[in-house]
């Protein structure tokens, strides 16, 4: 079975500084792991991906995410947050060896807000 | 690509009445999922296809609601009769599964109120 915790349900932080929304995640092999962020009245939009190679990922709008097999995370982070970033963020993974085809599994997503 | 497309985007029915959701996947996508969003049980995957068949409808809440894909570029989920606590926004995705290539894209989405 596969599973992924996003223990904060809001994340608060001032726009210019560094933000980062937690993932853990449970596969019984190796996942592929996946953020996605919701803006208001909007569908998910993809933003990165771990497959395989380098722990650290870098996606879109500045965005990146730190694999971390021992800890089983996938934190996504951001050096300098935007108040533009304020959305819904979720994580989802996939165990890579299932026979469950392309069947991602999401978190509960956690509310990002960037105050000025 | 124009990307996942839903129809309609709103809906407003009485409960009791038939409901049909459209999706269009993107093309070559080998793979489409139907999901439901509501502020009380976030995210749920509804049922999902691969090559026009489905494999998974475990999530599918009820016998109220079916889904089809007849043919590679369109899918349909329908709910008959609806009801009230069917008000949620309903999602497709579609994927191609590939090395690498296991994002889902979704549609904007079609927010559906059962009055």
């Known amino acids: 079975a596969q599973s992924v915790a996003q223990p904060e349900d809001q994340v608060n932080v001032a726009e210019g500084n560094p933000l980062t929304v937690k993932c853990t995640y449970s596969?019984?092999?190796?996942?592929?792991l996946f953020w996605y962020v919701q803006y208001p009245n909007r569908g998910l939009q993809f933003l990165l991906k771990?497959?395989?190679?380098?722990?650290l990922v870098k996606g879109s709008y500045g965005f990146e995410a730190e694999f971390n097999k021992s800890q089983t995370s996938f934190h996504l982070k951001k050096p300098s947050a935007l108040v533009s970033d304020s959305a819904l963020y979720f994580c989802a993974v996939r165990d890579r060896y299932t026979g469950g085809g392309n069947k991602l599994t999401f978190g509960t997503g956690t509310q990002l807000k960037v105050e000025l | 690509d124009a990307g996942v497309i839903q129809s309609p985007r709103h809906e407003v029915t009485e409960m009791g009445q038939e409901v049909t959701l459209r999706c269009k996947p993107i093309s070559g996508h080998d793979y489409l999922f139907w999901y439901r969003q509501t502020m009380m049980r976030g995210l749920e995957l509804l049922i999902y296809f691969n090559n026009n068949v489905p494999i998974d409808d475990s999530g599918m809440p009820e016998d109220r609601f079916s889904a089809k894909m007849p043919n590679a570029s369109f899918s349909t989920l329908k709910i008959q009769p609806s009801e009230p606590r069917d008000s949620a926004v309903y999602f497709c995705?579609?994927?191609?599964?590939?090395?690498?290539?296991?994002?889902?894209?979704f549609g904007p989405g079609t927010r559906l109120t059962v009055l």
């Open positions: 995705a579609s994927s191609l599964v590939l090395a690498g290539h296991n994002e889902q894209f």
């Open positions: 596969v019984s092999g190796n996942p592929y």
């Open positions: 771990y497959i395989t190679g380098d722990n």
